[in-house]
């Protein structure tokens, strides 16, 4: 039976973990697909075209943008970053799964127009970790460290658009709860539909 | 969090592998709880009241049935068997996650009353090879294979009341799916509400 891939969107709070499980699950299932952002920015001398970014001009994107060709978009200081949708939606019709790693903002927009995808929330297992995270991550950025902390509790308020919670207490427990909710989602009935015709007319699934 | 259990319905076609796939399942994760039936027939030399089944005389029996105290009920042969509501409940209210293995006739029933639970719905690869099972596990009995038979093809139109297929090619990797299937359900949004009002108020997950 060929199925279409999902939209696997890793949403939550900065600090909560979600690029560090997102890693940890790509290195694992090499068939998931991360999903491949445009940006205005200049290519780093690492970087490759349709592999780390698709990079445009301002014109290109803004033109992209203007045409609804994004799932979402934001400017990040100087540079447009966004998620274009037609590359997903080709994933998703190749039969990949497709993985998005994005802030909660950008997660309700991405939600707006593909309301199909998997949005998971990824939680700290406390606010006080999450802080610890936060002051860690930037030692000499005290005071953007607590912004970050102070968006994490406006963004706790969206939680319930999600379809599931994990909590990244340890990373590893928290990479299983997402590929068992991959594995879950892919045997979902309405992922499913027209199964029973295909072993009603004598055919394997 | 203290969190309350789920029932988990293992069910579809005889042949399609439940059973197994449910004594596999139960060996593997001794947190989860099997429902425990109740009968109207006399204990066997090895079984115990209150683990194997709970023995009830008939009036007994139709007692509960009449007081509504069971999920579902049926008469197999000379006997009456029954999933008793009490046990279900009170097993998900201590936090344990309820196994019920049943046919699909029993598993529509339990839905109507249960509709949080996880509804899940065994298909064999193909009704070829269904058809290879059953023969093999009643070598002396064509007719009442064919009979089974010919019930599974009614059963797959119920198929869509159910909220997972499962597809078992391979026990294990079936009895792999479902423990995903346990994991992401315990994540899910609607049975994690309140986490962030937790979070919010400084606590622990």
Redesign the interface.
Known sequence: MQKTGMLIVLSGPSGAGKGTICARLLERNPQLKLSISCTTRLPRPNETEGVDYFFKSDAEFMKMAEEGEFLEYARVFDYLYGTPRQYVKDQIKKGHDVILEIDVQGALKVKDKMDKGVF??I???????LKRRLKKRNSEMEEQALKRFATA?LE??F??K??????N?EVEKAV??V???I???R???ER??G??EI??G????
Chains 1, 2 share one sequence.
Do not use: W
């Not at 939680?123 to 970790?129: A, D, G, I, K």
């Not at 004598?202 to 699934?205: D, E, I, Q, V």
């Open positions: 998971i929330f939680v700290p297992p406390s606010m006080e970790e509790y706790l308020d939680i319930e999600y379809n599931y919670i994990v909590v207490d299983k709860k590929e068992c909710i594995t879950a989602e045997c979902r009935m499913n539909r199964m029973d072993l009603k004598g055919k394997s699934l």
